[in-house]
């Protein structure tokens, strides 16, 4: 609430008491980020109020923060930002500008941020990231690939994974065992998917022992009497100063897919492929599958078939906070 008070406070009305309560909670459960329960308060007061500069940023961020719609929140956000000079806003128009391709404008609102926010706003927000990833975008989205959806259905973000059929792909996923977590993954509550290839690797993510840290990927290989080695980090070929998550080997055992928010990303999780030369046991450089694989949303777990010809992979793109378009 101080934030908004702080920001908005010149354009504070006369509400009545109801209204009153309404926004109070709309504002606590804003600050806490309880974005989707904010969400809907935001929109009733906005339709009593809709020249209200602070209901109209609240809930411009609402939209994109729960990904329910990123392009109709630049309406709302141009209007906070006309009455307000608060720096956070051009961070939520950059924002939105980006998960839409126009990366220019992304580019120039994230710029426009970092000339005006204090330094723990910067650090919160990790806006130079932002910048490079709309910079890569620029660049991705020349290299568009030929891309046939024979199916695509929206699932729960938590069990997304079951819709994958590997029978002829080769492998299975499970969830994490408890064996490969560390004392961090289990009290971060991190669940994970694990990829078993030829029974006898598994790869999956990992906080390691660092509580302040990201995720790693890592892998334990089988023993002749089943049980697994301890979880070996894969190297600084496919781990990067950022998250990485989901791998899987192709049944040739040597094309390596994951995702991170690292190396030229476009925005959020892009899937990379790279491949294992055993001579030197190194990857190669990792490369970005393109668009529209890869989008400025969360794109996982990409799986290919022995001929490279039919894959599964999933997207946040287009829809909600709670599902996932597999």
Not at 60 to 79: A, H, P, Q
Not at 104 to 114: L, M, T
Not at 200 to 228: C, M, Q, T
Not at 257 to 269: I, L
Request: with cysteine; net charge neutral.
């Amino acid at each position: 609430m101080i934030f908004f008070f702080s920001v908005f406070g010149s354009f504070a009305q006369d509400i009545s008491e109801g209204e009153q309560k309404v926004e109070d909670e709309a504002f606590m459960l804003f600050t806490n980020k309880e974005y989707d329960k904010a969400m809907p308060l935001f929109s009733q007061l906005l339709s009593l109020h809709p020249q209200d500069p602070s209901y109209n940023y609240g809930y411009g961020v609402c939209l994109i923060e729960t990904n329910t719609d990123t392009k109709g929140s630049l309406k709302y956000l141009r209007f906070a930002q006309s009455k307000s000079q608060n720096p956070v806003i051009f961070y939520y128009l950059g924002k939105s500008y980006h998960l839409n391709y126009h990366f220019d404008k992304a580019i120039a609102n994230y710029q426009h941020f970092k000339e005006k926010a204090p330094k723990p706003d910067l650090e919160e927000y990790n806006v130079d990231q932002k910048i490079r990833m709309a910079q890569n975008g620029k660049e991705l989205i020349n290299f568009v690939s030929d891309l046939i959806i024979l199916d695509n259905k929206k699932i729960n973000d938590e069990n997304f994974f079951y819709s994958y059929r590997l029978d002829d792909f080769g492998g299975k996923l499970i969830v994490t065992p408890k064996d490969f977590k560390t004392k961090v993954d289990i009290k971060k509550k991190y669940r994970g998917i694990t990829f078993i290839w030829n029974d006898s690797v598994a790869f999956f993510a990992s906080y390691g022992n660092n509580r302040k840290g990201h995720l790693d990927l890592y892998e334990a290989k089988r023993n002749p009497d089943k049980s697994w080695t301890s979880p070996i980090f894969m190297g600084g070929d496919v781990n990067t100063s950022y998250d990485e998550n989901f791998p899987y080997l192709s049944p040739d055992g040597k094309s390596f897919y994951f995702r991170s928010r690292g190396f030229n990303s476009m925005g959020g999780y892009d899937i990379f492929k790279t491949k294992f030369d055993s001579a030197t046991a190194r990857f190669s450089k990792p490369i970005n599958m393109d668009f529209p694989i890869n989008s400025p949303f969360d794109d996982l777990l990409f799986i290919t078939d022995v001929n490279n010809q039919f894959a599964y992979f999933a997207s946040k793109r287009e829809t909600n906070n709670e599902e996932i378009s597999v």
